[in-house]
């Protein structure tokens, strides 16, 4: 993601683009990692979504399409106000999106709870709008819960993994926890999907904290 802007502050309804109506291109019917399809509106019974924003989406991907109990994962954008936005508008800090992972799972082999630890463990959620040095708030920390069980637990898993990172120096997590329905989710082009698998020495943001969120 060498497309980083500087601009760390949400825009307002006014500011925002304009965006479009309907998505203009097309995506590939089959997910390149894992035997399900790429877009998933969906939803196969027993299954579930869960929704995040950690930094650059590629190497975001990458980790949850290899955890076990996906189905499938795709990327795109969400908590913005843009209407089906390009990369390079949402990189403009003018659409309000962040980069966002879209994992559907089954919760029989592996819980919501754990998905918001992995979220936790591969990125730093205390540094606001950027990861690392990618700086913008396309690179915000967010979860975009599908119910009300979702909500009280990624609350619960935040909660408990605060202390554990105040006692190693770092300040107050910063991840925006709001409802999915709030905030449509726009699938991002072709070629960012499973952008990893396709280009094995592609960027991955490397600012995780190092620090494991406490299980029950």
């Given at each position: ?25 097309p ?26 924003g ?17 189905w ?22 003018r659409?309000?999106?962040t ?30 709008m ?10 915000r ?46 699938y ?29």
């Amino acid at each position: 993601m060498f497309f980083s802007r500087t601009k760390t502050t949400l825009p307002t309804a006014d500011e925002a683009l304009p965006g479009r109506t309907e998505q203009w291109f097309p995506l590939s019917e089959k997910h390149r990692a894992l035997d399900a399809p790429l877009v998933t509106d969906e939803v196969p019974e027993g299954h579930q979504v869960a929704l995040f924003g950690l930094g650059c989406f590629w190497g975001a991907e990458e980790i949850f399409w290899q955890v076990p109990g996906v189905w499938s994962t795709s990327v795109g954008y969400a908590g913005g106000q843009t209407p089906h936005p390009s990369y390079e508008e949402v990189c403009s800090g003018r659409t309000g999106h962040t980069e966002a992972v879209r994992v559907v799972y089954d919760p029989s082999q592996v819980s919501y709870a754990d998905l918001v630890a992995t979220f936790y463990e591969v990125h730093d959620p205390t540094q606001g709008m950027r990861q690392g040095n990618d700086t913008g708030t396309q690179y915000r920390s967010a979860i975009y819960y599908e119910t009300p069980e979702q909500e009280r637990v990624a609350h619960e898993v935040t909660e408990r993994y605060q202390p554990e990172l105040a006692k190693r120096g770092y300040g107050p997590i910063t991840t925006e926890i709001r409802p999915a329905a709030e905030t449509p989710y726009y699938y991002a082009e072709d070629h960012h999907q499973q952008y990893l698998l396709k280009n094995p020495f592609g960027y991955r943001c490397h600012s995780a904290t190092g620090i494991s969120v406490p299980r029950d």
